[in-house]
């Protein structure tokens, strides 16, 4: 899997996937990432990466030409997927994650990811480079950089042989099949200030362990998430 993000902001992209988990497959080179400072393909010197809306109205539009020249380099003569983050964009969830993992974990598979800033980007860029608009929820952030990250993020784990336990991502909530939150989870010490772990999972009984942890999965799905049970639109 081969990575490159385009951000005006390249350490807000670059900074939470240089560690832990990630990081470490980075290093590992199971994921070829590199973080590009978008100005490097203006030719004004000012670098300029954005201009004043057609039409009026608040805010600055980033200019196509930068991300079309960025675009046009780094796929070179070879296949690339192109995702813009936006908040306009399909909203990503673990599917999403899963299909992306399943057709970019090969070594020479290419992903390029576009981060928006200011009010918007060019159409014309959303028409002619991209062929798939993301957006990490409801809700605006101030730069795209920030959602490549969590997008990237939530595919590099899933790629085989990134997390030490393979079990660990088909067990947890949103894996196939598994339409519920976790339960909650405790570890030593059994008695912190008085707040007990419950019994059932210092009793070794697998069978009733399973059982308490449905049962809490349950509850907390009713609690925290209604609409997963079909409860709430
Ligand atoms: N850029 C700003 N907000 C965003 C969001 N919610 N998802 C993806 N990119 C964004």
């Not at 670098?47 to 079309?68: I, Q, S, T």
């Not at 009984?205 to 999965?217: C, S, T, V």
């Amino acid at each position: 899997m081969k990575i490159d993000i385009l951000t005006i902001f390249p350490n807000v992209a670059l900074a939470p996937l240089s560690e832990s988990i990630v990081g470490r497959a980075v290093a590992a080179g199971k994921v070829e990432l590199s973080v590009h400072d978008l100005r490097d393909w203006t030719v004004d010197k000012h670098r300029k990466v954005d201009d004043e809306p057609y039409g009026g109205g608040p805010g600055m539009v980033m200019k196509p030409d930068p991300f079309f020249a960025a675009v046009r380099e780094l796929r070179g003569d070879g296949q690339a997927r192109v995702v813009l983050m936006t908040p306009q964009g399909r909203r990503f969830d673990q599917n999403i994650a899963r299909d992306y993992a399943r057709d970019f974990a090969a070594p020479g598979a290419h992903l390029i990811i576009l981060c928006g800033h200011y009010e918007g980007v060019d159409h014309r860029v959303v028409e002619g480079l991209v062929d798939d608009e993301i957006s990490i929820g409801d809700y605006v952030l101030t730069n795209g950089a920030l959602a490549a990250a969590v997008f990237v993020d939530a595919l590099v784990r899933l790629i085989p042989g990134v997390l030490g336990d393979e079990r660990s991502a088909d067990e947890e909530s949103f894996a196939v099949g598994v339409p519920l939150l976790e339960a909650p989870c405790y570890t030593r010490p059994p008695d912190f200030e008085g707040r007990v772990v419950p019994e059932v999972l210092l009793s070794g009984h697998h069978g009733k362990i399973g059982e308490w942890r449905r049962e809490m999965a349950l509850l907390r799905t009713k609690t925290n998430r209604p609409d997963m049970l079909g409860d709430e639109a």
